[in-house]
């Protein structure tokens, strides 16, 4: 059974660099075709996908964030990790680490509360 645990910090100052890291088990980030993603919910929003990091340690941006993210992984801790730069109130959100496969997004961590405030 492949779980994902999010950790990081619960509250982030604005302009700062908001890090989150995923800790997976019962799988490898190396097994060919699984990606890993960054998902989150802001309050009273919908998910908004962040990007992703495949299996062979190739990533994926989402336009939305403008340049903002940044995921990259330790495959000796078989985790993967975010970092969201600039950080403002808007992005206070429920962040989750999620695989994909196959177009489908199949393991969820339970996700992290992050809030952005002074």
């Known amino acids: 059974q492949v779980q994902l645990q999010e950790s990081g910090p619960g509250l982030v100052k604005p302009s700062q660099t908001l890090s989150l890291t995923c800790t997976v088990s019962g799988g490898s980030i190396t097994t060919n075709s699984y990606y890993w993603n960054w998902i989150r919910q802001p309050p009273g929003k919908g998910l908004e996908w962040m990007g992703a990091?495949?299996?062979?340690?190739?990533?994926y941006d989402s336009l939305f964030f403008k340049s903002r993210t940044s995921i990259s992984r330790d495959t000796s801790k078989n985790q993967f990790t975010l970092q969201l730069s600039s950080v403002t109130p808007e992005d206070t959100a429920v962040y989750y680490c999620?695989?994909?496969?196959?177009?489908?997004?199949?393991?969820w961590g339970q996700g992290t509360q992050v809030t952005v405030s002074s």
């Open positions: 990091i495949g299996y062979s340690g190739r990533t």
């Open positions: 999620v695989r994909g496969y196959s177009n489908s997004w199949d393991y």
